[in-house]
Every structure is written in structure tokens, then in C-alpha cells.
Nanobody
Framework: VQLQASGGGLVQAGGSLRLSCAAS????????MGWFRQPPGKEREFVAA????????YYADSVKGRFTISRDNVKKTVYLQMNSLNPEDTAVYHC????????????????????WGQGTQVTVSS
């Protein structure tokens, strides 16, 4: 599956952005999807994940209550609504896909996602 992320940009602290990740695969609903981010000079970190049906959702503690992951299987797209952004959210955001079932024990691990999009830059100014 090929993934194309978009929607990044420059926003002031307290603002909002919505990221999108469009998939090429017709059977998009079989893929569990994740969002990761890589801040400048840091390792890639988990942000959120959603199962193929949308019935299971996971968030990193740092974004709970501010970010919302969702998906539209007809449009073959997963979204990340980001509210109350702060400068610590500045990063390149990547979407990722896996057919492996999501489990709370390893949903945050990049290694379980074999498919990755190219990333979109999010910059939050103070």
C-alpha cells in the first residue's frame, strides 16, 4: 500500500491543523493505521493509531485530549485532527499502515508498521 500524507504547515500555538493520509490500496479497511512524528533531532515517536474498522483507537499520553484520529474507508483516508497545538508538537508527521492486529503492548512501536508515507511538516510557533 502506498501512503500520501498532507495537511502540514505553520501554525501559531493554540491553533489547529488536520492531517490527511490517503492510501492507494482498494482494500484499505484491512489496514490498521498509525500516525508517528519525528521532532527535530529526536527519534520517531508514536502519536495515534486506529484499527481498520475504527473500533479501536490509541493515543500517546502527550496528545490525549488534543488530537483525534479518524478514518474514512470509502475515501481510503485516515485523518489526524490536531487542536491546541504547542511548539513541542513541531515535527515531521508520518502515517503508517499494518495488517497486524493492534495491541496495546506494541501499537506504539514503529517496527510493526511495514508501510510508511513520506511525511508532512508541522511547525508550531510560540
Amino acid at each position: 500500500v502506498q501512503l500520501q500524507a498532507s495537511g502540514g504547515g505553520l501554525v501559531q500555538a493554540g491553533g489547529s491543523l488536520r492531517l490527511s493520509c490517503a492510501a492507494s490500496e482498494r482494500t484499505f479497511s484491512i489496514y490498521n493505521m498509525g500516525w508517528f512524528r519525528q521532532p527535530p533531532g529526536k527519534e520517531r515517536e508514536f502519536v495515534a493509531a486506529i484499527s481498520g474498522s475504527g473500533g479501536s483507537i490509541y493515543y500517546a499520553d502527550s496528545v490525549k485530549g488534543r488530537f483525534t484520529i479518524s478514518r474514512d474507508n470509502v475515501k481510503k483516508t485516515v485523518y489526524l485532527q490536531m487542536n491546541s497545538l504547542n511548539p513541542e508538537d513541531t515535527a515531521v508527521y508520518h502515517c503508517a499502515a499494518t495488517i497486524r492486529p493492534l495491541r496495546s503492548g506494541d501499537v506504539f512501536s514503529p517496527s510493526i508498521y511495514p508501510y510508511w508515507g513520506q511525511g508532512t511538516q508541522v511547525t508550531v510557533s510560540s
